[in-house]
């Protein structure tokens, strides 16, 4: 059964770059899984955000690509995101969320970690 | 705007019936049988209640079915209990650009 944990800054200044990083434990982050990234601004939906393949393809929202990069370390169990020129918009709740392709399922979610924009 | 459509709420007494309508487009729900469903609690990470459009993972009671027609899936939730208040979101594969929308979600309430 796969725990995931996201960590990284709870808060950021308008333009700068949100990083996150997702370590996974009991399992192998080289398994067959699609490593994605999905928001949830405060009291609103969800919202896919991307997500990377074990053999380290990608797969991007459109109207988030432009500023997006979703990458995975096998090394240290762990996949990261990093969000550019982030504005308040961009403030919500982050999960780490692997699916098992075409996005079908989503059996293990992070706990979540609440990035705040703000000045 | 979410790219799937749901009712914003939904109630029942318990131990009644409450269907949840999720409508897309020929690009996503109407052409892929990737359609899941999350249900969540205040606070909580979602979970996973239905995927390929009417499965249920383990553990999942069978008072939770999906079902499909056409652009539209649903979501029926038979036998309403207290614990069953929460909110649910759909969501489906889009193909190899858009790939993933979710729904907007949908305030399910045990009278």
């Known amino acids: 059964q796969l725990q995931l944990q996201e960590s990284g800054p709870g808060l950021l200044k308008p333009s700068e770059t949100l990083s996150l990083v997702c370590t996974v434990s009991g399992g192998s982050i080289s398994s067959t899984y699609y490593w994605g990234w999905i928001r949830q601004p405060p009291g609103k939906g969800l919202e896919w955000i991307g997500s990377?393949?074990?053999?380290?393809?990608?797969y991007y929202n459109p109207s988030l690509m432009s500023r997006v990069t979703i990458s995975i370390d096998m090394s240290t169990n762990q996949y990261s995101l990093r969000l550019t020129s982030v504005t308040a918009a961009d403030t919500a709740v982050y999960y780490c969320?692997?699916?098992?392709?075409?996005?079908?399922?989503?059996?293990?979610w992070g706990q979540g970690t609440l990035v705040t924009v703000s000045s | 705007q979410s790219a799937l459509t749901q009712p914003r709420s939904v109630s029942g007494s318990p131990g009644q019936s409450v269907t949840i309508s999720c409508t897309g487009t020929?690009?996503?729900?109407?052409?892929?049988?990737?359609v899941s469903w999350y249900q969540q609690h205040p606070g909580k990470a979602p979970k996973l209640m239905i995927y390929d459009v009417s499965e249920r993972p383990s553990g999942v009671p069978d008072r939770f079915s999906g079902s499909k027609s056409g652009n539209t899936a649903s979501l029926t939730i038979s036998g309403l209990q207290a614990d069953d208040e929460a909110d649910y979101y759909c969501c489906s594969y889009a193909g190899s650009y858009t790939h993933v929308v979710f729904g907007g979600g949908t305030k399910v309430t045990v009278l």
């Open positions: 969320a692997p699916d098992t392709g075409y996005i079908r399922r989503i059996d293990y």
């Open positions: 990377v393949s074990y053999y380290g393809n990608t």
């Open positions: 020929s690009s996503d729900v109407g052409t892929y049988n990737y």
